[in-house]
């Protein structure tokens, strides 16, 4: 259900809006902390090492978060970002799931002025689901063959050979939570906000590693098929114009089965480029995508890279689409301990003001 608004919220994001105060909804470079007060503190420090990553820098912070970003008192709202959890709106109508997601943009349910709210997270239910795959069997020469649908056998003069035929895609159900927040999508598209764009533009999505591996590692147009050519995995038809829509796309660069830990080497060597590029056939613009980076051990399979940090830093940048990301502005996650280091490797890789 949605919440009553206040009137005077939107007054006031008008006038920040106006006044520039409010940082900008996409296409910026921007940083979102999504961490605990004593690394966020560590990253923003004005005394060092290095230079702090500020909001000149574009840095937010994600709530709910004690202590603000800039301010142990909290009163730094214009740089702190609303969030809604993906299971909250799963089940709304695109009507219903497009208010509520305005109404955490208007009037957030923890106080702030950025006027930003980021979905957290899509991952596997916001899928299409996949195929299932059926057989039949044919018998050529005595011989009884199993042949997937799609597929045919053709006999020839020395025997038969497999002609393989387009696989089949699963329906986009538009029931289904991808398809409805890709139609909300639309509907805050067509939203003018106060401070200029649409409603749109003021969402950032988390994008889970299961959706950005699954792309990454199928075959296929839609990236839903296996080494086979066997549709094995579902895709993402559904979801993707929502994505396409979005003010800022996050792609968490780490797995978090119960213990945090970074995505493979070959996963960051691959996982950028092969999401950019499957978004970008929905419209989805590079500059608004960013990486997430946690506070892991080193990528499994990595080598000659150094510490953790540095590691998936270097992994990062090794990647004309990693480097495009990078310059987009990376967020935080869960550094811990290494956010030191997530500060220094942020001024190597981008340094000055």
């Not at 939570?177 to 969402?203: E, F, H, I, N």
């Not at 147009?221 to 559904?238: F, I, V």
């Not at 830990?261 to 929905?282: C, H, I, L």
């Amino acid at each position: 259900m949605t919440r009553p608004r206040r009137g005077a919220v939107l007054l006031v994001l008008l006038a920040l809006a106006v006044a520039g105060a409010v940082p900008g909804a996409a296409s910026a470079r921007m940083s979102i902390f999504y961490d605990e007060q004593d690394a966020v503190r560590v990253l923003t420090d004005p005394s060092g090492p290095g230079d702090p990553i500020d909001a000149a820098r574009g840095a937010v912070r994600q709530d709910p978060g004690a202590g603000g970003i800039f301010d142990p008192a909290g009163n730094d709202a214009a740089h702190r970002i609303a969030k809604l959890a993906a299971g909250e709106i799963e089940g709304l109508s695109p009507e219903a799931m497009a208010d509520r997601i305005q109404d955490e943009i208007d009037d957030p349910e923890i106080p702030n002025r950025s006027g930003l709210v980021a979905i957290d997270e899509i991952g596997n239910r916001w899928n299409d689901g996949k195929v299932r795959i059926t057989y039949s069997f044919v018998k050529v020469r005595g011989k009884r063959i199993r042949v997937a649908a799609g597929n045919k056998i053709v006999v020839t003069k020395r025997g038969w050979k497999l002609v393989k035929g387009v696989a089949a895609l699963p329906r986009i159900d538009p029931s289904s939570p991808g398809a409805k927040l890709s139609t909300a999508m639309d509907l805050l598209a067509a939203r003018p906000y106060p401070g200029g764009g649409s409603y749109a533009d003021r969402v950032h999505l988390y994008i889970a590693p299961a959706f950005s591996t699954s792309i990454t590692a199928g075959r296929g147009p839609h990236r839903n098929l296996g080494n086979d050519g066997k549709p094995h995995r579902a895709t993402w038809r559904g979801v993707m114009p929502a994505v396409a829509r979005a003010g800022g796309v996050w792609i968490e660069m780490y797995h978090h089965d119960g213990t945090l830990t970074s995505m493979t080497a070959k996963e960051w060597r691959t996982v950028p480029q092969g999401f950019a590029s499957y978004a970008a056939r929905f419209g989805a613009q590079q500059d608004r995508m960013h990486l997430l980076i946690g506070g892991t051990p080193a990528p499994a399979g990595s080598s000659g890279c150094g510490e953790a940090m540095a590691c998936q830093w270097a992994l990062a940048g090794s990647t004309p689409t990693g480097q495009a990301l990078l310059a987009n502005g990376p967020g935080a996650y869960r550094l811990g301990t290494q956010a030191a280091d997530w500060r220094a490797e942020y001024n190597r890789a981008l340094p000055g003001r």
